[in-house]
């Protein structure tokens, strides 16, 4: 059962400090009760000024078990790697311990092999059918996509696979992702979503007749909490 619910900011700034916040406080509670803090980061630019805000908190890193929802087919130094970004904006300058966090063993020429390595790390880590993460990030995109489950591509359809390769025609490569059942057997999701460009996408997944196909949005339906995270501008008109 996915409890709803709808968190609207200001602006960018206001919902990157306020998802700040609430990051730390889950984070700390869950590592005083747990133990760890088990998350799989979201790509892309609206998590990032979240990322830089994390690193100026007193956060228990070494408790910390940072993963990744998705990533593109590239070096992990490259300019496009999720993995770069977070690096940069978060786990470099915050000195976040190597054993904190856990990058998708990426080879290009072998995008399956690199997803089956990482599925398999996730399974060592996550006892049960799929991994119950403290929390998953999540952006939306234009198109309605969520971490790399794009619409009209083969990784919709997965329902065994945690995490794989999935071929993008739009960008005529593979990106690799965590797959619908492996993000929704989430204790909870936030979905970050800023800026008047993605009104149109948040009113398709909100409003459309579902269709997961052609807004895989839609099929982000956690056991456990959903929360959408906007700003004023990504508010689709009534
Ligand atoms: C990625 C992300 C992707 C992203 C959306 C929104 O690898 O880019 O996982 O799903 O969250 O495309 O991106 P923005 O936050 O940049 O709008």
């Given at each position: 059962m996915t409890e709803r619910f709808l968190q609207i900011c200001t602006d960018r700034e206001d919902l990157s400090r306020e998802l700040c916040d609430s990051f730390c406080e889950l984070a700390e509670e869950t590592i005083e009760r747990e133990g760890k803090f088990r998350v799989a980061l979201s790509g892309g630019s609206t998590p990032q000024q979240l990322y830089t805000l994390l690193r100026d908190e007193d956060l228990d890193w070494d408790?910390?078990?940072l993963y990744w929802g998705d990533e593109r087919n590239v070096p992990l130094d490259s300019e496009e790697s999720n993995a770069r970004m977070t690096r940069d904006a978060l786990l470099q300058p915050?000195?976040?311990p190597a054993s904190s966090y856990f990058p998708v063993p990426?080879?290009?020429?072998?995008p399956a092999g690199a997803a089956r390595a990482y599925e398999e790390m996730l399974r060592e880590e996550f006892d049960g059918d799929f991994p119950r993460w403290d929390l998953v990030l999540l952006g939306l995109g234009d198109d309605a996509h969520t971490a790399s489950l794009f619409p009209g591509t083969a990784a919709l359809d997965e329902r065994e696979r945690w995490f794989v390769e999935n071929w993008v025609p739009k960008f005529d490569s593979y990106r690799l992702t965590l797959t619908f059942p492996?993000?929704?057997s989430a204790k909870r999701v936030w979905f970050m979503v800023a800026g008047e460009g993605k009104r149109r996408a948040l009113q398709n997944v909100w409003n459309e007749e579902k269709d997961f196909h052609r807004f895989p949005a839609q099929n982000i339906t956690p056991d456990g909490e959903l929360t959408w995270w906007l700003d004023e501008a990504a508010i689709p008109p009534e």
């Open positions: 408790h910390m078990r915050a000195q976040v990426i080879n290009v020429d072998d492996a993000i929704n």
